[in-house]
């Protein structure tokens, strides 16, 4: 797959610095320190999302602009259209206090109150601890929204086949989610996640 241009094209701390930006979006959830940067990262094959082991510092939501020409566009004028990732702060980090945590939350219900023109929500679950309530909150979220969703198991290189099996069955049976496995070390998903971000930007 070819390397995509992208750069970040802006940062939000507060919902109301949101502008009007009717550009077409995926939106990425996930507890802090799921690894939502580096799979953003990988995606866009290069760092543009900073990745730390230290989780719960920023509180910000950041735009990544993407060069997108689906097959078949003709290119007038040479501009391609561009959809934006955004990534969202990451929830549920044990050790903060709970107005940083209600901070946290509240951020994430502006921006979704406000933004324009989602195409995808993408849920990430870290595979080791698996779905915790944290996570159901922000899936009652996207479900408000009705936004359609593709869930990614994170860092599934920390868990075996049998357990990534288990784990996608689980959240098929109980809330009906479609999972995905991802791993850095090992990224074959990625094709997949595109071509569903592909599919999104379509409809
Ligand atoms: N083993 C493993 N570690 C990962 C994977 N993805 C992310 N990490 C690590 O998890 C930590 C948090 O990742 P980051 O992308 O910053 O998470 P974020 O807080 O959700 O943006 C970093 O130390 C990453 O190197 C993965 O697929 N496998
Ligand atoms: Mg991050």
Do not use: C
């Not at 953003?40 to 094959?45: A, K, T």
């Not at 760092?47 to 997108?68: C, D, E, F, Q, W």
């Not at 219900?109 to 080791?128: C, G, K, P, Q, T």
């Amino acid at each position: 797959m070819n390397k995509r241009k992208a750069e970040l094209v802006g940062t939000f701390f507060n919902a109301s610095q949101l502008p009007a930006d009717v550009r077409p979006k995926v939106i990425f959830f996930g507890r802090s320190n799921v690894g939502k940067s580096s799979l953003i990262n990988s995606l866009l094959e290069q760092r543009l999302a900073k990745t730390s082991s230290m989780p719960g510092k920023t509180l910000s939501v950041n735009y990544y602009g993407i060069a997108h020409a689906p097959q078949g566009t003709p290119r007038k004028g040479g501009t391609p259209p561009t959809m934006v990732f955004a990534d969202l702060p990451g929830y549920g980090y044990a050790r903060v206090s709970k107005e940083e945590a209600l901070r946290v939350r509240r951020l994430i219900a502006d921006f979704l109150a406000r933004v324009e023109n989602v195409r995808l929500a993408v849920l990430l679950i870290d595979s080791r601890r698996g779905f915790l309530p944290s996570d159901l909150e922000t899936l009652a979220q996207i479900v408000e929204k009705n936004l359609p969703i593709l869930t990614i198991l994170t860092k599934s290189d920390k868990i075996s086949f049998s357990q990534q099996r288990n784990l996608i069955a689980q959240l098929n049976n109980k809330f009906g989610l479609l999972a995905i496995s991802f791993s850095i070390k090992s990224p074959a998903a990625k094709n997949e996640i595109w071509r569903r971000i592909h599919e999104a930007m379509k409809e």
